[in-house]
């Protein structure tokens, strides 16, 4: 199997993101797993076409965007993406998307098909808080996941997508009071732990991950 795995550059206020921090030191191989890293922009628009330049380069059976989610305390697996961006903040170009579609004859919403319970119990049995989210928000993160399934879907272009949230990392809450991190070490785990899962797991474990809010 061969994974294409993606992380943002820094935005809005931060000089680091932790999403690429932590995908860089991930190995270059998880059990029977390629990994591939690549860096995109914080940017609407650049950052899918950049995913899909280094789907035609690399030619992957699975991709995994993993973004920042400042403010949640554990890693989380996003379970669907919505046809829509509303940027409360403008991305690293400047760009404010408000109530567009991310592809105008796409579905309202595509949810992953990455088996992510199993990815989350994985994460789990080693010591990483982690969870299933029903939101991906309507910023660059939400974008690029509702663009790899987009393909997915429209043209079968890989087997498998979906994305990984992960909160702050110690140096970006210095100034934040009461703001949830987690290590960098730890998070990197939790992505190495997350692709054992995937790879273990052709089809998902019938086990609850629903919310109540």
């Not at 992380?7 to 990994?35: C, M, Q, R, Y």
């Not at 290590?183 to 629903?210: F, V």
Request: contains cysteine; glycine residues 8%.
């Amino acid at each position: 199997m061969k994974l294409l795995i993606t992380g943002f550059d820094p935005f809005g206020n931060e000089s680091i993101n932790p999403a690429w921090e932590a995908v860089k030191l991930l190995p270059s191989k998880v059990e029977g797993v390629e990994v591939i890293k690549l860096q995109i922009p914080t940017v609407f628009k650049e950052s899918i076409d950049t995913i899909l330049k280094g789907i035609k380069e690399h030619k992957p059976d699975v991709v995994i965007c993993v973004g920042q989610a400042g403010g949640r305390y554990e890693m989380t697996i996003e379970r669907v993406a919505i046809n829509l961006d509303d940027a409360r903040i403008k991305d690293n170009k400047g760009n404010q998307p408000i109530d567009e579609p991310v592809y105008a004859d796409g579905q309202d919403a595509y949810f992953t098909n990455l088996p992510i319970k199993a990815m989350v119990e994985e994460m789990k049995k080693n010591n990483i808080p982690a969870s299933i989210s029903n939101t991906a928000g309507t910023y660059v993160c939400n974008h690029v996941m509702y663009g790899v399934l987009y393909h997915i879907n429209k043209f079968a272009l890989v087997k498998k997508g979906g994305f990984i949230h992960v909160p702050f990392i110690p140096e970006q809450v210095l100034d934040k009071k009461n703001t949830p991190f987690m290590d960098l070490t730890s998070i990197a785990r939790g992505l190495e732990a997350s692709i054992k899962g995937l790879y273990e797991n052709n089809e998902d474990l019938k086990i609850t991950g629903g919310a109540e809010f």
